[in-house]
């Protein structure tokens, strides 16, 4: 059997050559339909099929105290946003591995995603991108009406031309080896638990 070899350069040479001459469009992405059910239960669904949990807290008193009921031995509460002080505020971290002793991390997403139950967050949500994989756990504000239906609708939301770093969380960090065993907290934050709350929403009456 005989072996041809061809150089890098008559390889490209060859593609180069072959390339259509006719400009092509990328195909356009249509508008798919979903489903009759409300996205937020739908959201709700997924999130917990990915070891999250959802609650709604209605406001920031509601808020505190399920943070509270959730969490009672947390000593070092790190927040990013104004809503829930915290024990630390993540402004004033310079750097990361300050946030190696974060017991519940506290942050704000820019929306969900019914179809997986993601959010997505960004670095002027985070602040300190870090604050999102350190925490032991991780307690995220949501809108409920910042919900879209899957991700196409969630790409069209997506700015990547206006934050230096962006992602998809869905659920708690979690593994699974080849004898099926589930683990959550081997890379990230053991739990996730969405509360649902508009922004600047009132503050509990004194």
């Not at 959010?119 to 919900?147: F, K």
């Not at 206006?162 to 960090?173: A, D, H, K, L, N």
Request: negative net charge; aromatic residues 6%.
């Amino acid at each position: 059997m005989s072996t041809f070899k061809f150089s890098r350069e008559v390889i490209l040479g060859t593609i180069r050559a072959n390339v259509p001459k006719q400009q092509v469009e990328h195909p356009q992405i249509p508008v798919f339909q979903h489903p009759d059910r409300p996205l937020k239960s739908e959201f709700e669904r997924r999130l917990q099929q990915a070891g999250g949990a959802s609650h709604d807290v209605g406001t920031m008193a509601g808020a505190e105290s399920k943070l509270m009921t959730l969490h009672p031995g947390a000593k070092v509460i790190c927040s990013a946003v104004p809503e829930i002080a915290g024990t630390r505020r993540v402004e004033k971290v310079r750097d990361p591995h300050e946030l190696a002793d974060v017991d519940v991390g506290i942050v704000r997403a820019r929306f969900g995603v019914a179809e997986t139950g993601a959010i997505w967050l960004t670095q002027e949500d985070l602040v300190v991108d870090a604050l999102a994989v350190l925490s032991q756990h991780l307690i995220v504000l949501l809108d409920p009406d910042q919900i879209v239906g899957d991700m196409h609708d969630a790409y069209r939301r997506v700015r990547l031309d206006e934050t230096s770093y962006g992602c998809f969380m869905m659920g708690p960090s979690a593994t699974a080896d080849v004898e099926a065993t589930l683990v959550h907290g081997a890379q990230g934050a053991r739990s996730l638990n969405i509360f649902f709350l508009p922004p600047h929403s009132a503050p509990p009456a004194n």
